[in-house]
């Protein structure tokens, strides 16, 4: 008897939709940048307020973009690790699928958040440096 074995495999690949998890982080990222606006105007306001200086120059310029961009430095974090720590937990609470983690290509922005996060705290922390 001539006898021919075939090899079969299955393989089911999910993937999910991330444009909505980007439009709420994208939508985070705007409210919570707009209150970093404002927490740095009143930081500048107290810190004008203490030296007695009631006109606006370069050094209170330079020293809202520090505040700023140590403001806004939070801002990416707090959202990245929020993002990171909802994927983590309903990716791995799951008992049935219904939160896939996103595609190398949809972690792009993830990527990016993270290396804006860092690079606005080395800008604030240089900032804060030069002016010491």
């Known amino acids: 008897s001539d006898t021919q074995s075939v090899r079969v495999s299955f393989s089911v690949s999910y993937e999910m939709n991330q444009s909505e998890a980007q439009i709420q982080t994208d939508i985070a990222l705007g409210v919570l940048g707009g209150l970093a606006v404002l927490t740095s105007i009143l930081k500048t306001a107290g810190w004008k307020r203490r030296i007695g200086n009631p006109m606006i120059d370069l050094q209170t310029i330079v ?55 860092f690079a606005l705290k080395v800008c604030s922390f240089h900032l804060k440096r030069a002016i010491m």
């Open 63 to 117: 020293k809202f973009l520090m505040f700023y961009a140590g403001d806004l430095g939070n801002v990416f974090f707090i959202v990245t690790v929020g993002t990171g720590l909802y994927w983590l937990i309903f990716f791995k609470a799951q008992q049935f699928v219904s939160v896939l983690l996103p595609l190398p290509a949809e972690e792009k922005s993830f990527v990016t958040y993270v290396g804006c996060a």
